[in-house]
């Protein structure tokens, strides 16, 4: 399975320029826990977090709700095109140490959508409960006993 099938769409984006309170606001409105910064191409610059501003924004002096966002936004951004696998996304992720990464458009780069570990963890345990129910009613067409009837 692709992670184009399990992403969602038209993430939550906003500039550099915008304040932490900005973002603050827009992420419980829009009941997310991460928005991702574009440059004017609409192309990932940044990821900020709730994380990201209880750790960060408060970390530094002045009042932290009037910090631009990209005083407190995690810089290096990991991405993924929809095209990837699930399994490979895991990978990425578990290897960046990173929950959440914008989809990007192959030949833009441009933000297309938002992907978590949750997204993909929750698209293959359902596979795999889906793939049990078929091998289950399989060994009963076939006769065999279920482990717990032996």
């Known amino acids: 399975m692709l992670v184009g099938a399990v992403m969602s769409r038209n993430p939550v984006t906003v500039d ?5 309170l900005h973002v ?36 530094v002096p002045g009042n932290p709700s009037a910090h631009p966002v990209d005083h407190v936004m995690t810089k290096t ?22 929950r959440r990464v914008p989809v990007v458009h192959p030949k833009t780069r441009a933000v297309i959508g938002m992907v978590s570990m949750d997204d993909a963890i ?12 078929v091998l289950g009613h399989s060994s009963k067409v076939l006769g065999a006993k279920a482990p717990e009837e032996e």
């Open 122 to 133: 929750l698209v293959l345990t359902t596979e795999l409960s889906n793939v049990a129910e």
């Open 16 to 20: 550099r320029d915008h304040t932490v």
């Open 24 to 59: 603050a606001r827009l992420m419980r409105e829009q009941n997310v826990g991460a928005v991702v910064v574009v440059d004017a191409g609409r192309r990932p610059i940044g990821i900020c977090t709730d994380r990201d501003i209880v750790t960060r924004a408060f970390a």
């Open 77 to 98: 951004v990991v991405t993924v095109d929809e095209d990837t696998l699930l399994f490979d996304l895991l990978r990425l992720l578990a290897e960046k140490r990173v």
